[in-house]
């Protein structure tokens, strides 16, 4: 590896006994902090609690700058503050902060690239400056969001000390752009110990990089093996600590672990416990437990990185199973370069569940191909160790700065996939304002947005693409879309006005009625707040009256961010072509004096969601909840399989289960919806999209799209009537955060009626809840290939019914057909069902308004059940 001259400069030549220091302690008396709300004028707190201040009194010229409002608010923003107000800045202003001399900082800039009155998002490229340091240069947060699929984006470096107890930040606009301008929606400032030392330059061993004395980029920080920490779970340090699985490359990842109950972290005497959480510590990634094929692979994770810039990998450790030095020897790359030989966790720390952390800087060039960070761990042969495997707890990487003290790379490049995406979605309408997905409709009461835990999902995606896909790769960046974050949606840029149909094709316009805005505002009583029966994304949905007596849901556009046009096309296009008693019916739209407006049939009862917890509606029976399950999977089945092509939900949750008069389930919200693959196809390559908590991790991971997505967010919708609980709470122990994963857990442990609804328990017939969360179990396979049809899945739920409402007789009917079906989903009822797959709700067949179906004994008692 050929270093610069000017790198080279910034190496520091140490004696190896600098190994032995350890970092300085954390006075609490520099437990000062100051957490802006940038653009407000009043305090308020975030997601977590924090208390965000206005930040006028910091700005030494606040003449140069404006306070701004957020056009529109992403579904995917954690919280309302910091960033749905921003400070704008058309020329270089600065704030001051007050700090204590010779101490690090913690700098985190907060961006959310919205439209703020008549500026555009697309405008704003500037600089970012403290003291000698370049920050951000010729930044633009749209074309990063863009490239991440991202709403917002977090910045966060360390500073080093200030010699004069004064903090400058510096915003400036770009002066090559014409009406450019910089902005920013949150700023905190917060002191920190010094964590950073001396490190071993890969490919040098006698020559260390002084870590010390840089100012540095946080790039990633990863608890391996573990799950999303938040900053109020960190060490005292308020960082931020997300699953690292969307970075591992390959098929191989390992398997994760976790500390026993009984097993207590314990930190050396030299090691400050800020330096990682307990959490962090408490869970490893290993290779697994076939060791001759962990000497034929590597452990590995690839990261986007700038090139030029120098890294510090801080790598940390600590054993959980094994007691002995020699049991788990292993090799650590960087860049296929040896960090480390013989990596021996037990000979570092002296014992088990004894942390410890080891830092290693590598120089990434800015050549063809470089603009990745390779991390791999392989078993050390020659050690012969007892066990070939390899372990790691966590990771951090950062930036150090260069020698000019610049840390700023370049905007990444949104990839080729992402810009084919974005302009078939604006291919059939008149650009106007950058949008994003709305998620209420009829009837819903407003649902309540889950909460986000998954992996740092857009990093992945973006990260990927160059690998995975081909496409063109930028700089990526420590992106946190945690907190509330609940869906991820692309974002479209539209301009101009709406006039009657130009957003909705013809052969859509002619299936479905267009009203005028006269008779929706009538039937509105002029959009009555009164009225209002739920609220989301897109808007507010209002119970309404059309043609003189008949009731109607109808989901208005907020007019002022004119958010979800994609999803309003989308929406109609695919309404109008399909009826089906299980999917939600569309009656017509209004598009006028730049309104969006939907008009669907009236749902009496709401949200399936709203009568399962957090409400003080009446429960549901077990025999009410297995009859919607099953109506929503008829929805679901006639959508893959009997409309004229497969269609995919793509936003499958309990908010988006309707329930009418007489608590018939119907599938809602298609505005995320997608044709699926063609007879020569296996799968849809798109952005991912989705709710975080029902979201398919094949999907997530490799961006390609089947029904088997459907399939796996039915199967949280199983796990949630069942238990009651929202697929996502943060508030719960880790393991139990995700209802899918604990739901999982539970089953395979045989302990699953410890989690289900209270109220149901006794009331369900063992070999009826049996084959209800086998049938969950098996939607919730990792691999789509392994997951059921949802023709599959619905032949389960009718038989799961009829050992509910009548065992003997369900068994007997079946005998020697299924035999241990309630295990598995066999090739015998797999062709038994194709004859009702193509009848379902198909175009030309026989729908679920039919009575008649001429099929098996089996299949006519479980499509007309005794007493239904």
């Known amino acids: 590896m050929n270093i610069s001259t000017h790198v080279l400069f910034s190496i520091v030549f140490f004696s190896f006994f600098l190994s032995s220091l350890h970092v300085t302690s954390y006075s609490k008396s520099d437990s000062y902090s100051f957490v802006l709300n940038c653009g407000s004028t009043t305090a308020g707190p975030d997601a977590d609690g924090r208390n965000w201040v206005p930040d006028s009194k910091y700005l030494t010229l606040s003449d140069n700058s404006i306070p701004a409002k957020a056009d529109f608010q992403d579904p995917s923003l954690p919280s309302l503050v910091p960033y749905m107000s921003a400070r704008i800045f058309t020329s270089e202003s600065t704030y001051r902060f007050s700090v204590t001399p010779k101490k690090r900082h913690w700098v985190r800039l907060h961006f959310y690239p919205s439209t703020y009155s008549t500026l555009n998002a697309s405008d704003a490229y500037f600089s970012v400056v403290s003291g000698d340091f370049t920050l951000l240069n010729n930044f633009s947060a749209s074309i990063t969001a863009q490239a991440l699929t991202q709403a917002y984006i977090v910045r966060e470096f360390s500073l080093t000390p200030s010699d004069n107890g004064y903090l400058n930040i510096t915003f400036k606009p770009t002066e090559k752009r014409n009406g450019s301008y910089a902005f920013v929606n949150g700023i905190e400032i917060i002191p920190m110990p010094d964590v950073f030392e001396p490190a071993i330059l890969v490919g040098f061993s006698d020559q260390f990089v002084d870590a010390d004395s840089s100012t540095l980029q946080t790039m990633y920080r990863l608890n391996v093996g573990g799950q999303y920490i938040p900053t109020k779970n960190d060490s005292g340090l308020t960082r931020t600590w997300y699953d690292d699985s969307p970075y591992l490359f390959g098929a191989s990842f390992g398997v994760t672990s976790e500390a026993d109950k009984n097993v207590k972290i314990r930190y050396p005497s030299d090691m400050p416990k800020y330096i990682a959480p307990v959490d962090v510590y408490s869970t490893a990634r290993t290779m697994g437990p076939d060791l001759k094929i962990n000497q034929n692979y590597n452990l590995t994770w690839v990261f986007q990185v700038d090139g030029n810039f120098m890294y510090l990998v801080r790598f940390h450790f600590c054993e959980l199973q094994l007691t002995k030095i020699n049991q788990r020897v292993f090799d650590i790359y960087l860049n296929n370069q040896t960090a480390q030989e013989a990596a021996d966790v037990i000979a570092w720390s002296g014992s088990k569940a004894v942390p410890v952390y080891k830092d290693y800087a590598i120089y990434v060039s800015d050549g063809a191909g470089d603009d990745e960070l390779w991390v791999a761990l392989h078993p050390s042969l020659s050690a012969k160790p007892e066990f070939y495997d390899a372990i790691l707890n966590g990771m951090e990487i950062f930036k150090l700065n260069d020698t000019s003290g610049n840390l700023a790379g370049p905007n990444p490049v949104p990839s080729q ?49 160059k690998r995975v896909l081909g496409s063109e790769s930028g700089t990526s960046g420590w992106l946190p879309l945690y907190g509330n974050s609940h869906t991820t949606a692309s974002k479209s840029t539209i301009s101009g006005k709406s006039t009657a149909s130009s957003n909705v094709s013809s052969m859509a316009a002619n299936l479905c009625r267009h009203f005028s805005l006269a008779e929706i505002k009538h039937g509105t009583k002029n959009f009555e707040e009164s009225e209002v029966i739920g609220v989301g994304g897109f808007g507010k949905v209002y119970k309404g009256v059309v043609d003189g007596g008949t009731k109607v849901a109808i989901k208005r556009s907020n007019p002022s961010s004119e958010q979800g046009v994609h999803e309003f096309q989308t929406e109609i296009e695919m309404l109008s072509k399909l009826r089906h008693r299980h999917l939600v019916s569309l009656i017509g739209y209004c598009e006028e004096n730049e309104e969006m407006i939907l008009v669907y049939d009236y749902m009496a009862y709401g949200t399936l969601r709203e009568h399962l917890y957090k409400s003080n509606k009446p429960p549901l029976s077990w025999k009410q909840r297995l009859e919607i399950c099953i109506g929503s999977a008829r929805g679901l089945h006639y959508l893959h399989t009997g409309a004229k092509y497969t269609i995919i939900h793509r936003d499958v949750k309990t908010t988006n289960i309707l329930l009418d008069e007489n608590w018939v389930a119907k599938v809602s919200d298609f505005g995320l919806s997608k044709t699926g693959p063609n007879l020569n196809q296996t799968h849809v390559s798109t952005v991912v999209k989705g709710s975080f908590g029902y979201l398919d991790p094949e999907y997530f991971r490799r961006q390609q799209l089947t029904e088997k997505s459907d399939v796996y967010s039915f199967g949280v919708v199983l796990f949630e009537v069942l238990c009651a609980r929202p697929a996502l709470n943060p508030s719960l122990p880790k393991e139990q955060v995700s209802l899918g994963d604990w739901a999982l857990h539970c089953q395979r442990k045989g302990i699953l009626e410890d989690i289900i609804d209270p109220l149901l328990k006794g009331k369900i017939n063992p070999e009826c809840l049996k084959k209800f969360a086998d049938t969950a179990e098996k939607c919730l396979s990792d691999q789509g290939l392994d997951r059921p049809s949802m023709g599959d899945v619905l032949w389960n739920l009718e038989f799961a019914l009829q050992l509910q409402e009548n065992p003997d007789g369900a068994k007997l009917v079946t005998e020697g057909r299924l035999n241990n079906n309630s295990q598995d989903f066999t090739h015998d009822h797999d062709m038994g069902m194709h004859g009702i797959n193509l009848s379902i709700g198909g175009e030309s067949a026989v729908s679920e308004e ?9 299949f006519s008692q479980l499509i007309n059940p005794k007493g239904r």
């Open 850 to 858: 039919s009575d008649g179906l001429n099929t098996s004994a089996v």
């Open 417 to 465: 996939m992402l810009l084919k995406a974005e302009s078939e979605e604006a291919r059939t309408f008149t650009p106007s304002k950058s949008t994003s997905h709305a998620h209420v409709i009829g009837g819903a009461a407003g649902g309540a947005a889950a909460f986000g835990i998954v992996a740092a999902l857009c990093i992945a995606i973006y990260q990927r693409k």
